[in-house]
C-alpha cells in the first residue's frame, strides 16, 4: 500500500462514499455503527490526503462570510443604534457558528457528504431538492449582489460618482454593463471554472485581507473625525417613533442573519480539509467567527459614525465625497477599489457552491463535476451569463438582502440546522445533542422562524408603500 492510501476510516465497514445516483438509507442502520463521539474522533485518521490545511479552510469560510453583506450593517446600525447592533452582531454570529458545528456534526453522523444529503437523510428526497434550490436562489442572490456593487464602484449610482467617472471623465469607459461584463469575463470567469475549492485559498486569503484593510481605514477615519469633534453621539437604541422606522427594524434583522451565513459551503470546505473531523473543523468555525464578529462590529460602528443619517445602504457608495480629512480623495480610492478587488476573490467561493448544487440537483446520477470538465465549464458559463442578468435588473443591495436574508438566508443558516439536529438526534440514539444544545436548537429555529415571517411582512409591506 502506498503512502497515498495509508489511512484508516473509521467507518470503513460501510461504503461512505455513495453514489449520486443511489438515495441515501432513511433506516437506522446509517447510524448503527457510530457508537463514538463524533466531536472527537476524526472521520479520517492516519496519513493526510492533501487536503485543505487549516488556515485555507478559515479563509475560505471567512471569505464566504464576508463578502458583500458588510457593506449593509452600517446602515443596518443606523436603524437599530449602536448598543443593539452590536448586541445582534454578536448574537448572530454565535448562533451561526453553533449551526455550523450542529451541520457538521450530523454529516458525519448520517454519512453524508453535502448539505442536501444530510437533509434528506432527516427529511426525505422532496426536502433536499427544496434546500438544494434555497441554495441556489440564495448564492445567486449573493453573486448578483456582489456585481450590483462592482458596477456601482466603477460606474457610480443615480446619487453618486463612479471611479472611472472621477478618473476618466464621463464616456463609453463608464459605461456600467460593460464594465460589469469585462470584470466578468477577464477576472471572474477563470477563477470560476476552478474544479475545487481549495484552489481558491490563495485568493480567499487576499480577500480576507482587502476586508481588513477597509475595516482598519474606515476606522481610522472614524476615530480621527471622532478626536477632531466632527463627528456627533450616535444613537444608541431604535427609534419607534414613526411607522416607517418600525418597518426599517423588520427588515435589518434578516439583513443582519443574511450577514453570517455559510452554512452551503461548509460541506466542500470539510471534505477537503485535511485529516479531516468534526473537532477540526469546529476549530475552523470558530476561528472564522471570531474574525467576523470583530470585522462586523468594526465595520458597522465606523461607517454608521462617517456617515450618520447619511448612511448609504451600500456603504461604499458613501466614499465618494471629501471624508473632511487629509488625503480624503486617496483614501476614498483605496476603500472603493480595494473591495472591488475583495469582491473579485469572494465572487468565486460562493459560484463554487452554486454550480455543485446546480450540478447536483439537474444532472443527479451523472459522474462526479470535478470529472466531467466539458460540463463543469458549460455550467460556469450559464450561471455567469444568467447572473450579469439579473445585476442589471435588481435596483440595489438593500433589495436583494432584504428578500432572501428573510427566506432562504434564515433557512439556510438557522432553521434547517436546528430542526435536523433535532430530528437526527431522535433516530441516532447515541446522545449526539446534550440538554443545552437541544434548548439552543429550539431557540434557534424559533428565533428564526419569527424573524423570517416578521421580515416577509415587513418586505412586502415596505414595498407596497413604494407602489402607492
Known amino acids: 500500500m502506498d503512502s497515498n492510501t495509508k489511512y484508516v476510516e473509521l467507518q470503513s465497514q460501510i461504503d461512505v462514499q455513495t453514489p449520486r445516483s443511489a438515495a ?16 472527537f474522533h476524526p472521520l479520517i485518521t492516519g496519513e493526510a490526503r492533501g487536503g485543505s490545511g487549516m488556515a485555507g479552510a ?3 469560510l471567512t471569505t464566504t462570510i464576508v463578502g458583500a453583506g458588510i457593506m449593509a450593517l452600517p446602515a443596518t446600525m443606523k436603524v437599530l443604534g449602536v448598543v443593539s447592533g452590536l448586541v445582534l452582531i454578536v448574537l448572530i454570529g454565535i448562533l451561526s457558528e453553533f449551526s455550523v458545528e450542529l451541520l457538521v456534526r450530523f454529516m458525519v453522523i448520517s454519512k453524508s457528504s453535502s448539505y442536501g444529503e444530510v437533509v434528506q437523510c432527516a427529511f426525505g428526497k422532496s426536502m433536499k431538492v427544496l434546500t438544494e434550490i434555497c441554495i441556489i436562489v ?19 449610482s443615480v446619487r453618486h460618482i463612479g471611479v472611472f467617472d472621477q ?10 454593463k460593460l464594465l460589469v461584463l469585462v ?4 477576472f471572474l470567469a477563470p477563477l470560476c471554472a476552478l474544479n475545487k475549492i481549495d484552489s481558491l485559498s490563495l485568493t480567499s486569503a487576499a480577500s480576507v485581507a482587502l476586508a481588513v484593510v477597509f475595516v482598519i481605514i474606515a476606522c481610522a477615519i472614524a476615530l480621527i473625525k471622532l478626536f477632531e469633534g466632527q463627528i456627533e453621539p450616535p444613537r444608541m437604541s431604535p427609534d419607534f417613533g414613526s411607522k416607517e422606522a418600525i418597518l426599517d427594524l423588520l427588515v435589518v434583522v434578516p439583513i443582519m442573519t443574511n450577514a453570517y451565513v455559510c452554512h452551503f459551503n461548509v460541506p466542500p470546505i470539510y471534505n477537503e480539509l485535511e485529516a479531516r473531523s468534526p473537532q477540526r473543523m469546529n476549530t475552523v468555525g470558530r476561528i472564522t467567527t471570531a474574525i467576523c464578529i470583530v470585522v462586523y462590529a468594526l465595520t458597522a460602528i465606523s461607517g454608521y459614525l462617517l456617515f450618520e443619517n447619511d448612511t448609504e445602504a451600500d456603504v461604499l457608495t458613501n466614499f465618494d ?17 480595494g473591495y472591488v478587488l475583495h469582491l473579485v476573490f469572494v465572487f468565486p467561493v460562493a459560484h463554487f457552491s452554486l454550480r ?5 440537483l439537474v444532472f443527479e446520477g451523472s459522474a462526479p463535476l470535478a470529472e466531467s470538465r466539458k460540463r463543469s465549464l458549460a455550467l460556469t ?9 439579473g445585476s442589471t435588473m435588481i435596483p440595489n443591495i438593500w433589495m436583494a438582502f432584504k428578500f432572501t436574508g428573510a427566506t432562504t438566508a434564515v433557512s439556510l443558516g438557522f432553521i434547517l440546522p436546528s430542526v435536523i439536529a433535532l430530528k437526527l438526534c431522535k433516530q441516532s440514539g447515541h446522545r449526539s445533542l446534550n440538554a443545552t444544545e437541544k434548548l439552543i436548537s429550539w431557540f434557534m429555529l424559533v428565533m428564526a422562524v419569527i424573524v423570517g415571517i416578521l421580515g416577509l411582512i415587513g418586505n412586502v409591506y415596505s414595498l407596497s408603500n413604494q407602489s402607492q
Do not use: K
Not at 24 to 39: C, I, K
Not at 138 to 156: E, F, Q, R, T, W
Open 138 to 156: 440564495n448564492n445567486a442572490g449573493i453573486l448578483v449582489v456582489y456585481l450590483i456593487i462592482m458596477g456601482d464602484v466603477m460606474s457610480g
Open 356 to 360: 455543485q448544487t446546480v450540478d447536483t
Open 321 to 337: 465625497r471629501d471624508l473632511g480629512i487629509r488625503f480624503s480623495s486617496a483614501l476614498n480610492y483605496i476603500v472603493r477599489v
Open 24 to 39: 441515501p438509507n432513511h433506516s437506522n442502520d446509517r447510524f448503527d455503527d457510530l457508537e463514538f463521539d463524533v466531536n
Open 183 to 186: 470584470v466578468l469575463v477577464v
Open 167 to 176: 478618473w476618466l471623465g464621463h464616456g463609453f469607459w463608464d459605461h456600467r
Open 58 to 60: 478559515v479563509f475560505n
Open 381 to 389: 458559463v450559464v450561471l455567469l451569463a444568467l447572473i450579469y442578468m
